[in-house]
């Protein structure tokens, strides 16, 4: 990081660093870095042998295709901003703090929860609190749907979050902490 001061005139604090911290590479040992390169796309094919299945069951499990985009459109598009959130803000937590086979599992358990809830969120700003609306895909006359009058917000919360985070590179919100500042991102993304 740069220390140094702000040209005369400024307020006395200290320059932003010449690299943002999102992005200044941390050096790894160079073989280490080549065994991970060496390693792939073997890892990358390992990986799709459980998602393709999960893939399968999402894509028929609200009654087909069609319900599943109305159903699971919305609560995907609402949890970008939290996952966002979780790996450029919290650095994996809370998923760090746990043991290796639990990170996975803890981290998703909030992104869903966080996603299913802002999904809420969303739709009562729209129109009003409609459970039946959120999770089911034929609901109908009388209840508010979430696809697609809160795909907008949804969209917009992501892009606003990718901004303060790359953009303006976090600041001024890093001096928070990165838990406060994250949920403090998340919140100004929702407003702005």
């Given at each position: 990081?740069s220390?140094v001061?702000l040209p005369a005139?400024?307020d006395?604090?200290r320059?932003?660093p010449?690299?943002?911290l999102?992005?200044?590479?941390?050096?790894?040992h160079?073989?280490?870095e080549?065994?991970r390169h060496a390693?792939?796309?073997g890892?990358?094919l390992?990986?799709?042998?459980?998602v393709?299945?999960?893939?399968?069951?999402?894509?028929?499990g609200?009654?087909?295709?069609?319900g599943?985009?109305?159903?699971?459109?919305p609560?995907?598009?609402?949890s970008?901003p939290?996952?966002?959130?979780i790996?450029?803000?919290?650095e994996?937590?809370?998923?760090?703090?746990?043991r290796?086979?639990?990170?996975?599992p803890a981290?998703t358990l909030?992104?869903?929860f966080?996603g299913?809830?802002?999904?809420?969120?969303?739709?009562a700003?729209?129109?009003?609190?409609d459970?039946r609306g959120v999770?089911?895909?034929?609901?109908g006359?009388?209840h508010a749907?979430t696809?697609?009058?809160t795909?907008?917000i949804?969209g917009g919360?992501?892009?606003?979050?990718?901004?303060?985070?790359f953009?303006?590179?976090g600041?001024p919100?890093?001096?928070l902490?990165r838990?406060a500042?994250?949920?403090c991102?998340l919140a100004v993304?929702?407003?702005?």
């Amino acid at each position: 990081m740069s220390d140094v001061p702000l040209p005369a005139g400024g307020d006395g604090r200290r320059a932003l660093p010449d690299r943002p911290l999102l992005t200044a590479h941390r050096r790894p040992h160079l073989d280490a870095e080549l065994w991970r390169h060496a390693r792939q796309p073997g890892l990358g094919l390992i990986g799709l042998v459980p998602v393709l299945p999960v893939a399968v069951l999402l894509s028929v499990g609200v009654g087909g295709a069609e319900g599943s985009v109305l159903v699971l459109g919305p609560l995907v598009t609402f949890s970008l901003p939290v996952v966002a959130m979780i790996a450029f803000w919290w650095e994996d937590w809370p998923g760090s703090s746990l043991r290796p086979g639990w990170s996975g599992p803890a981290d998703t358990l909030v992104i869903a929860f966080a996603g299913i809830l802002l999904t809420m969120l969303a739709q009562a700003v729209v129109d009003r609190l409609d459970l039946r609306g959120v999770f089911d895909p034929t609901a109908g006359a009388g209840h508010a749907a979430t696809f697609p009058a809160t795909m907008s917000i949804g969209g917009g919360a992501f892009v606003a979050m990718l901004q303060i985070t790359f953009a303006w590179e976090g600041w001024p919100l890093r001096r928070l902490g990165r838990i406060a500042s994250g949920a403090c991102a998340l919140a100004v993304a929702w407003v702005g």
